[in-house]
Structures are given as C-alpha cells and as structure tokens.
C-alpha cells in the first residue's frame, strides 16, 4: 500500500525557514516524480516543486526559486523541500505527490500539512 506522509509545517514568522518531510513507503520500483503542491485558502492549489528521479532534475514554480529547495534521501524514502526567507503569501496547506512511470498525472498524495507565515 503506498503511504505518503507529510510532516514539519507550522508558524514561522517573515524570514524564517520551514523544512516539510514526505516520508515515502509502499512502491515495489522507483516512481517518476514527486512534487509540493500547495493550497491557500480560496485558491487554487499551485505546484511549488517537482523532483524527476531519473536524473534528479528539481524544478520550482517562479514564486519560489532561490527560496525553496527539493531533495531526496534514498536511504530514508523521505523527500525535503527546505523553505527559506518565507513570505506571508507562502502561508498555505503543502501536499506531496508521486508520479509513476507512464502515468499523465500525480497517482498519490499526502494528507498536507500547514505552514503559516505571520508576525
């Protein structure tokens, strides 16, 4: 059964940094891909990050870049996204999802788990 679990948001103020864990278990083989959506509230959710496992390429939507950082520990099946210099409009629930090989869509998602950023 293939499980992932988001941990790490919370409040932090303006500036400050954030590190969201996605702990990973179930699959036989390697997925494809596994990216951060976000949503606000009211809004559309929006994809933050995207990490393609074949050649550990990481993209990151306009907002983010230079602020946020994707990585992977195999050894743990856990994949980071480190927030930095976080911004208000940062504030939303981030889900991890996994894409598998073949596939047009994110296959499985998180619960999410909240960050806010406020004074």
């Known amino acids: 059964q293939v499980q992932l679990v988001e941990s790490g948001g919370g409040l932090v103020q303006p500036g400050g940094s954030l590190r969201l864990s996605c702990a990973v278990s179930g699959f036989t083989s390697d997925y494809h891909a596994i990216a951060w959506f976000r949503q606000a509230p009211g809004k559309e959710r929006e994809g933050v990050s995207c990490?393609?496992?074949?050649?550990?390429?990481?993209y990151y939507t306009d907002s983010v870049k230079g602020r946020f950082t994707v990585s992977r520990d195999n050894a743990k099946n856990t994949v980071y996204l480190q927030m930095n210099s976080l911004k208000p409009e940062d504030t939303a629930v981030y889900y991890c999802?996994?894409?598998?090989?073949?596939?047009?869509?994110?296959?499985?998602w998180g619960q999410g788990t909240q960050v806010t950023v406020s004074s």
């Open positions: 999802a996994v894409r598998e090989p073949g596939s047009a869509s994110y296959d499985y």
């Open positions: 990490f393609v496992t074949a050649d550990n390429s990481a």
